[in-house]
Each structure stands twice: as structure tokens, then as C-alpha cells.
């Protein structure tokens, strides 16, 4: 079982930059792909970026390509996000999965671990 909490979350302006982390406790993300996910109100959620642990592969939703980045460390995930703007206000969620037991990466259902979430706000 992997516990995952985010933090980082908060109101800010357009063109602000935030950083939101997801760690665990007592155990290491090591051979688990990682991705961060977002759901706004009234929306699905959405895939924004994942590292794919056993190709070292970045991959990033169009909307974020440029603006955003993950970074990892052996017990925590990093979603740093410049230039924000109002569209990418949402609840943002990190979420895990073993490198051999997923398939594709940006499906929400592919990850059986996730956190509680963590709320971005851009106003304009």
C-alpha cells in the first residue's frame, strides 16, 4: 500500500508560478511510474504530466507542455507549474503505479494509488 499526501496548493495570480509536492511516508516511490492529475468542477480528470519509472520518460498534457515540469526524488514527486493561468485552476492529484503493472500511463484508472488532492486556484 502507498500513502501519498500532496501539499503545496494555494490562490494565486495569473503568470504565478506554484510548486506542489506529493510524499510518502516510510516507504520509497522507487519502481513506481508517478503522474499528476487534475480535476476542475464539473470535469473528469485530466492527465497533466507523469515520469515513467522504467524508461525515465517525462510525458506532459499539450495544455501544460513548457509551463510545467515533474521532478522525483526516492520518496517524493514534484509538479513545479510557471506562467499559470485561470484554465489550470482544478483540484490536482498525484497518483502512483508499479512500472510493470501499468499500461497507460495517462488513464486515471491505471494508477491504484492516489492522494487526497491538493486545490490550485488562478485568478485572472
Known amino acids: 500500500q502507498v500513502q501519498l499526501v500532496e501539499s503545496g496548493g494555494g490562490l494565486v495570480q495569473a503568470g504565478d508560478s506554484l510548486r506542489l509536492s506529493c510524499t510518502t511516508s516510510?516507504?520509497?516511490?522507487?519502481?513506481?511510474?508517478m503522474a499528476w492529475f487534475r480535476q476542475a468542477p464539473g470535469n473528469e480528470r485530466e492527465f497533466v504530466l507523469a515520469?515513467?519509472?522504467?524508461?525515465?520518460a517525462r510525458d506532459y498534457a499539450e495544455s501544460v507542455k513548457g509551463r510545467f515540469t515533474i521532478s522525483r526524488d526516492n520518496a517524493n514527486v514534484y509538479l513545479q507549474m510557471n506562467i499559470l493561468n485561470p484554465e489550470d485552476t482544478a483540484v490536482y492529484y498525484c497518483a502512483a503505479a508499479w512500472f510493470s503493472e501499468i499500461d497507460n500511463y495517462r488513464l486515471p484508472t491505471a494508477y491504484p494509488y492516489w492522494g487526497q488532492g491538493t486545490q490550485v486556484t488562478v485568478t485572472s
Open positions: 516510510g516507504q520509497t516511490l522507487n519502481g513506481y511510474t
Open positions: 515520469h515513467v519509472w522504467n524508461t525515465g
